[in-house]
């Protein structure tokens, strides 16, 4: 297994890696996104509001609808 700057691995005496130190400044774009997922790195408040908002397609639909029924009246 290739070297790689700023990633540690530790074996047992089977041989198989049990532990993994990786250096985050490093793999910053690489490793967040996972620690985001197992809930180790809590997300900033701004990405909480932003993954509850509302998708674009619904956003449209909730403008047209609402011009739609503005031209009706």
Partial sequence: MPRIAGVI???NAKGE???VTINVKKH????????E???????????QEFEKG???KAGFKTVKD??????KK
């Fill in 28 to 35: 910053r774009k690489t490793i967040m996104p996972v620690l």
């Fill in 9 to 11: 691995t530790e074996k």
């Fill in 66 to 71: 609402h011009v739609n029924n503005l031209w």
């Fill in 37 to 47: 997922q197992m809930g180790v790195v809590k997300k900033s408040k701004f990405m």
């Fill in 54 to 56: 509302v998708p674009v």
């Fill in 17 to 19: 890696i049990t532990f």
